[in-house]
Protein backbone atom coordinates (compact mmCIF):
# COMPACT_ATOMS: atom_id res chain seq x y z
CA UNK A 1 0.00 0.00 0.00
CA UNK A 2 1.78 3.67 -0.88
CA UNK A 3 2.26 5.77 1.60
CA UNK A 4 -0.30 8.62 1.81
CA UNK A 5 1.03 11.79 0.33
CA UNK A 6 2.56 14.62 3.40
CA UNK A 7 0.28 17.15 3.88
CA UNK A 8 0.57 20.76 4.62
CA UNK A 9 0.52 20.08 8.44
CA UNK A 10 2.84 17.09 8.15
CA UNK A 11 6.08 18.80 6.20
CA UNK A 12 5.42 21.98 9.28
CA UNK A 13 5.65 19.36 11.86
CA UNK A 14 8.51 17.51 10.13
CA UNK A 15 10.06 21.34 10.20
CA UNK A 16 9.61 22.06 14.11
CA UNK A 17 10.55 18.62 15.04
CA UNK A 18 14.08 18.56 12.97
CA UNK A 19 14.89 22.10 14.48
CA UNK A 20 13.51 21.24 18.27
CA UNK A 21 15.87 17.86 17.45
CA UNK A 22 19.30 19.39 16.21
CA UNK A 23 22.34 19.69 18.48
CA UNK A 24 23.36 22.69 16.51
CA UNK A 25 21.11 25.68 14.85
CA UNK A 26 20.23 24.21 11.64
CA UNK A 27 20.23 26.23 8.31
CA UNK A 28 17.48 25.93 5.52
CA UNK A 29 19.54 23.44 3.13
CA UNK A 30 19.79 21.45 6.40
CA UNK A 31 16.82 21.19 7.30
CA UNK A 32 14.99 21.09 4.15
CA UNK A 33 17.68 18.02 3.42
CA UNK A 34 16.33 15.90 6.76
CA UNK A 35 12.89 15.97 6.13
CA UNK A 36 13.10 15.48 2.66
CA UNK A 37 11.63 18.85 0.72
CA UNK A 38 12.82 21.10 -1.70
CA UNK A 39 14.60 23.78 -0.11
CA UNK A 40 12.00 26.19 -1.89
CA UNK A 41 8.96 24.37 -0.52
CA UNK A 42 11.24 24.52 3.46
CA UNK A 43 11.50 28.09 3.36
CA UNK A 44 8.06 29.09 2.26
CA UNK A 45 6.96 26.67 5.35
CA UNK A 46 9.36 28.32 7.87
CA UNK A 47 8.38 31.80 6.89
CA UNK A 48 4.77 30.70 8.54
CA UNK A 49 6.40 29.12 11.11
CA UNK A 50 8.07 31.87 12.04
CA UNK A 51 5.01 34.41 11.77
CA UNK A 52 3.39 31.87 14.61
CA UNK A 53 5.87 31.62 16.64
CA UNK A 54 6.96 28.11 16.44
CA UNK A 55 10.23 28.07 14.57
CA UNK A 56 12.92 31.14 15.52
CA UNK A 57 15.16 32.77 12.94
CA UNK A 58 18.99 34.15 13.69
CA UNK A 59 20.71 34.90 11.15
CA UNK A 60 20.48 32.12 7.96
CA UNK A 61 19.88 29.44 11.24
CA UNK A 62 16.60 28.23 12.88
CA UNK A 63 16.02 27.60 16.36
CA UNK A 64 12.44 26.86 18.46
CA UNK A 65 10.41 29.91 18.79
CA UNK A 66 8.26 31.33 21.64
CA UNK A 67 5.21 28.73 21.27
CA UNK A 68 7.67 25.50 21.44
CA UNK A 69 9.11 26.93 24.51
CA UNK A 70 5.73 27.49 26.00
CA UNK A 71 4.41 24.44 24.93
CA UNK A 72 7.35 22.61 26.48
CA UNK A 73 6.90 23.93 30.09
CA UNK A 74 3.89 24.02 31.62
CA UNK A 75 1.47 22.36 28.62
CA UNK A 76 4.06 19.80 28.26
CA UNK A 77 4.89 18.87 31.66
CA UNK A 78 0.99 18.75 32.10
CA UNK A 79 0.75 15.99 29.10
CA UNK A 80 3.97 14.06 30.43
CA UNK A 81 1.91 13.64 34.44
CA UNK A 82 -1.57 12.64 32.40
CA UNK A 83 0.61 10.12 30.01
CA UNK A 84 2.99 8.75 33.21
CA UNK A 85 0.47 8.70 35.48
CA UNK A 86 -0.87 4.80 34.96
CA UNK A 87 2.76 4.05 35.20
CA UNK A 88 3.22 5.75 38.14
CA UNK A 89 0.10 3.49 39.79
CA UNK A 90 1.04 0.41 38.31
CA UNK A 91 4.74 0.49 39.55
CA UNK A 92 3.63 1.46 42.89
CA UNK A 93 0.96 -1.36 42.97
CA UNK A 94 3.87 -3.77 42.12
CA UNK A 95 6.37 -2.68 44.86
CA UNK A 96 4.02 -1.31 47.17
CA UNK A 97 6.39 1.73 47.27
CA UNK A 98 5.30 5.53 47.27
CA UNK A 99 6.28 6.39 43.36
CA UNK A 100 7.05 10.51 42.00
CA UNK A 101 7.71 11.57 38.93
CA UNK A 102 10.53 14.31 38.87
CA UNK A 103 11.31 16.94 35.88
CA UNK A 104 14.97 18.50 35.41
CA UNK A 105 15.17 22.01 35.77
CA UNK A 106 17.88 24.68 35.13
CA UNK A 107 20.16 23.62 38.41
CA UNK A 108 17.95 20.53 40.32
CA UNK A 109 15.03 18.50 40.01
CA UNK A 110 11.14 19.15 40.39
CA UNK A 111 8.04 16.37 41.69
CA UNK A 112 5.29 16.81 39.54
CA UNK A 113 3.14 13.84 40.18
CA UNK A 114 3.19 11.18 43.49
CA UNK A 115 1.89 8.42 44.07
CA UNK A 116 1.52 7.22 47.70
CA UNK A 117 0.51 4.19 49.41
CA UNK A 118 -1.38 4.44 52.78
CA UNK A 119 0.95 2.93 54.63
CA UNK A 120 4.03 5.15 53.86
CA UNK A 121 1.66 8.26 54.78
CA UNK A 122 4.18 9.88 57.10
CA UNK A 123 6.62 10.51 54.13
CA UNK A 124 6.28 14.12 52.80
CA UNK A 125 4.96 13.10 49.13
CA UNK A 126 7.08 16.65 48.26
CA UNK A 127 4.91 17.33 45.41
CA UNK A 128 6.33 20.60 43.43
CA UNK A 129 9.20 20.85 45.32
CA UNK A 130 12.46 21.65 43.60
CA UNK A 131 15.23 18.80 44.88
CA UNK A 132 19.22 19.27 44.79
CA UNK A 133 21.34 16.47 43.24
CA UNK A 134 23.25 16.25 46.49
CA UNK A 135 20.43 15.20 48.82
CA UNK A 136 17.95 13.50 46.38
CA UNK A 137 18.01 10.39 44.51
CA UNK A 138 15.65 11.32 41.69
CA UNK A 139 17.74 14.65 40.47
CA UNK A 140 20.63 11.74 40.61
CA UNK A 141 19.75 10.09 38.84
CA UNK A 142 18.89 12.54 35.75
CA UNK A 143 22.26 14.31 36.34
CA UNK A 144 23.96 11.00 35.62
CA UNK A 145 21.97 11.37 32.68
CA UNK A 146 23.31 14.57 31.19
CA UNK A 147 26.64 15.19 29.49
CA UNK A 148 29.38 16.22 31.53
CA UNK A 149 28.73 19.93 30.12
CA UNK A 150 25.04 19.66 31.43
CA UNK A 151 26.04 18.95 34.42
CA UNK A 152 27.75 22.27 35.97
CA UNK A 153 24.88 23.90 36.88
CA UNK A 154 23.64 21.25 39.45
CA UNK A 155 27.35 20.48 40.39
CA UNK A 156 27.64 24.43 41.16
CA UNK A 157 24.09 24.27 43.51
CA UNK A 158 25.68 21.39 45.58
CA UNK A 159 29.11 22.92 45.72
CA UNK A 160 27.67 26.36 47.31
CA UNK A 161 25.71 24.80 49.91
CA UNK A 162 28.79 23.07 50.64
CA UNK A 163 29.09 19.60 49.33
CA UNK A 164 31.75 18.41 48.85
CA UNK A 165 32.38 17.48 44.86
CA UNK A 166 35.59 15.32 45.02
CA UNK A 167 36.20 12.22 46.56
CA UNK A 168 34.92 8.43 47.35
CA UNK A 169 32.33 10.49 49.16
CA UNK A 170 31.80 13.27 47.10
CA UNK A 171 29.25 13.96 44.67
CA UNK A 172 31.01 13.04 41.42
CA UNK A 173 31.95 9.99 42.47
CA UNK A 174 27.95 9.72 43.42
CA UNK A 175 27.22 10.05 39.40
CA UNK A 176 29.86 8.18 38.64
CA UNK A 177 28.43 5.49 40.18
CA UNK A 178 24.57 6.12 39.06
CA UNK A 179 25.54 6.63 35.46
CA UNK A 180 27.91 3.26 35.09
CA UNK A 181 24.24 1.47 36.64
CA UNK A 182 21.60 3.25 35.29
CA UNK A 183 20.26 3.78 39.21
CA UNK A 184 20.62 6.13 42.16
CA UNK A 185 20.22 4.80 45.49
CA UNK A 186 19.64 6.94 48.78
CA UNK A 187 19.73 5.30 52.01
CA UNK A 188 18.62 8.43 54.70
CA UNK A 189 21.05 10.87 53.52
CA UNK A 190 18.76 13.16 55.19
CA UNK A 191 18.88 11.49 58.57
CA UNK A 192 15.76 9.96 58.33
CA UNK A 193 14.44 6.08 58.15
CA UNK A 194 13.77 6.54 54.34
CA UNK A 195 15.44 4.94 51.29
CA UNK A 196 14.76 5.59 47.69
CA UNK A 197 15.78 4.39 44.47
CA UNK A 198 15.54 6.80 40.94
CA UNK A 199 15.97 5.77 37.62
CA UNK A 200 16.18 7.96 34.37
CA UNK A 201 13.43 8.29 31.28
CA UNK A 202 15.82 8.69 28.14
CA UNK A 203 14.67 8.98 25.01
CA UNK A 204 17.81 10.62 23.60
CA UNK A 205 21.29 10.14 24.65
CA UNK A 206 22.22 13.03 27.17
CA UNK A 207 18.97 14.29 27.47
CA UNK A 208 17.04 12.77 29.82
CA UNK A 209 13.05 13.22 30.10
CA UNK A 210 12.18 12.67 33.60
CA UNK A 211 13.07 9.95 36.37
CA UNK A 212 10.60 7.47 38.64
CA UNK A 213 11.73 7.32 42.02
CA UNK A 214 10.82 4.86 44.30
CA UNK A 215 10.32 6.25 47.86
CA UNK A 216 9.86 3.70 51.10
CA UNK A 217 11.37 2.93 54.95
CA UNK A 218 15.11 1.62 54.68
CA UNK A 219 14.10 -2.36 55.28
CA UNK A 220 11.83 -2.03 52.35
CA UNK A 221 15.56 -1.54 49.91
CA UNK A 222 17.52 -4.26 51.50
CA UNK A 223 19.88 -6.25 49.73
CA UNK A 224 17.02 -9.33 49.11
CA UNK A 225 14.72 -6.99 47.89
CA UNK A 226 16.69 -4.38 46.05
CA UNK A 227 17.39 -6.62 42.78
CA UNK A 228 13.63 -7.20 42.20
CA UNK A 229 13.09 -3.45 42.48
CA UNK A 230 15.89 -2.34 40.52
CA UNK A 231 13.93 -4.63 37.63
CA UNK A 232 10.49 -3.10 38.22
CA UNK A 233 12.31 0.05 37.81
CA UNK A 234 13.95 -0.63 35.29
CA UNK A 235 10.62 -2.11 33.18
CA UNK A 236 8.64 0.89 34.38
CA UNK A 237 11.19 3.62 33.04
CA UNK A 238 11.27 1.81 29.60
CA UNK A 239 7.78 1.26 29.02
CA UNK A 240 7.20 5.56 29.77
CA UNK A 241 10.48 5.90 27.43
CA UNK A 242 8.33 3.42 24.49
CA UNK A 243 5.06 5.94 25.73
CA UNK A 244 7.19 9.10 25.35
CA UNK A 245 8.81 8.33 21.98
CA UNK A 246 5.72 9.44 20.07
CA UNK A 247 3.25 7.82 17.34
CA UNK A 248 3.59 4.64 16.30
CA UNK A 249 5.67 3.49 19.24
CA UNK A 250 2.89 2.97 22.13
CA UNK A 251 -0.78 1.53 22.19
CA UNK A 252 -1.55 4.69 24.32
CA UNK A 253 -4.62 6.51 22.69
CA UNK A 254 -6.08 8.20 25.07
CA UNK A 255 -5.81 9.50 28.47
CA UNK A 256 -8.69 8.97 30.96
CA UNK A 257 -6.89 10.70 34.30
CA UNK A 258 -5.23 14.01 34.27
CA UNK A 259 -3.28 15.26 37.54
CA UNK A 260 -4.58 17.18 39.72
CA UNK A 261 -2.23 19.37 41.78
CA UNK A 262 -3.99 18.87 45.86
CA UNK A 263 -1.54 18.48 48.95
CA UNK A 264 -3.43 14.60 49.53
CA UNK A 265 -2.05 11.11 49.05
CA UNK A 266 -1.05 10.48 45.97
CA UNK A 267 -1.01 14.10 44.99
CA UNK A 268 -0.50 15.04 41.56
CA UNK A 269 0.76 17.91 39.14
CA UNK A 270 2.56 20.94 39.73
CA UNK A 271 1.87 23.55 42.43
CA UNK A 272 2.33 26.40 40.63
CA UNK A 273 6.32 26.52 41.15
CA UNK A 274 7.18 26.11 37.46
CA UNK A 275 10.42 28.10 36.06
CA UNK A 276 9.17 31.03 34.71
CA UNK A 277 9.29 31.40 30.57
CA UNK A 278 10.67 34.39 29.09
CA UNK A 279 7.62 36.31 27.32
CA UNK A 280 10.01 37.27 24.46
CA UNK A 281 13.23 35.71 23.78
CA UNK A 282 16.01 38.00 22.06
CA UNK A 283 16.28 37.28 18.42
CA UNK A 284 20.21 38.02 17.92
CA UNK A 285 21.07 35.05 19.84
CA UNK A 286 22.73 32.35 17.37
CA UNK A 287 22.26 29.85 20.11
CA UNK A 288 19.17 27.75 22.18
CA UNK A 289 17.78 30.24 24.93
CA UNK A 290 18.07 29.03 28.00
CA UNK A 291 15.01 29.31 30.43
CA UNK A 292 15.13 31.15 33.62
CA UNK A 293 16.54 29.59 36.47
CA UNK A 294 13.78 27.60 39.13
CA UNK A 295 12.83 29.38 42.26
CA UNK A 296 15.23 27.76 44.89
CA UNK A 297 12.12 25.58 47.02
CA UNK A 298 14.06 23.01 48.55
CA UNK A 299 11.55 21.57 51.68
CA UNK A 300 12.99 21.75 54.93
CA UNK A 301 14.96 19.13 56.80
CA UNK A 302 12.36 17.94 59.28
CA UNK A 303 9.11 17.53 56.68
CA UNK A 304 11.56 15.90 53.30
CA UNK A 305 11.45 12.10 52.54
CA UNK A 306 14.09 11.00 50.05
CA UNK A 307 13.02 11.36 46.28
Given at each position: ???????????????????????????????????????????????????RGWVLRAGDRYLPGTAVLQLSSSAARNSLGALARPVLA?????????????????????VIDV??????AMISSLTGQALP?????????????????DRVPYLRAAEESGYPLEGPDGLLADIEDAERTGFAVEYGRNEQPVASLARAVVTRPGAPVCALTLV????????????GLRERL?????????????????????????????????????????????????????????????????????TEGPA
Amino acid sequence: MPAAPRTAVDKALDLVEAVARASQPPRLVDLAEEVGLHRATAYRVLVDLVRRGWVLRAGDRYLPGTAVLQLSSSAARNSLGALARPVLAALSERTGMMVNLQVPEVDRSRVIDVVRPDRLAMISSLTGQALPVHRFAGPLALVAALSPADRVPYLRAAEESGYPLEGPDGLLADIEDAERTGFAVEYGRNEQPVASLARAVVTRPGAPVCALTLVGLGPDFGEARLPGLRERLREATEELARILAGPGTSEVTEVTEVPQATGATGATGATGQASPLPSSPSLTTSAPLPLSPSPDASPSPSTEGPA
